[in-house]
Nanobody
């Protein structure tokens, strides 16, 4: 059973930065993708960043964060981090870690709230 636990959310001022971390546990030796989605209030869940393990050019970013976000994995620590800079109030959202297994199962973390004040 795969478990994902996010940390690092909170209240941040506009223009600031944050770093979210997702700790992955369970059988994750074969996965297709790992990354972050977010769900702003009243809106659909949207891609923030993804790392498609083993694929050339394997990282991708959502249009709203491209140039401001960096995803990084630490396989030794079983973590995937999201660095997001130049925050604005539109980044206010619940951020979810997700994992797509090699057998096409999708796992989600419980989410962490990020609130950006203007």
């Amino acid at each position: 059973q795969v478990q994902l636990v996010e940390s690092g959310g909170g209240l941040v001022q506009a223009g600031g930065s944050l770093r979210l971390s997702c700790l992955v546990s369970g059988r994750t030796s074969r996965l297709k993708a790992i990354g972050w989605y977010r769900q702003p209030p009243g809106k659909a869940r949207e891609l923030v960043a993804v790392d498609r393990s083993g694929t050339a050019g394997s990282t991708d970013y959502g249009a709203s964060v491209k140039g401001r976000a960096t995803i990084s994995r630490d396989t030794a620590k079983n973590t995937v981090d999201l660095q997001l800079n130049s925050l604005n109030p539109e980044d206010t959202s619940v951020y979810y870690c997700y994992l797509l297994s090699s057998t096409a199962l999708i796992y989600w973390g419980q989410g962490t709230q990020v609130t950006v004040s203007s």
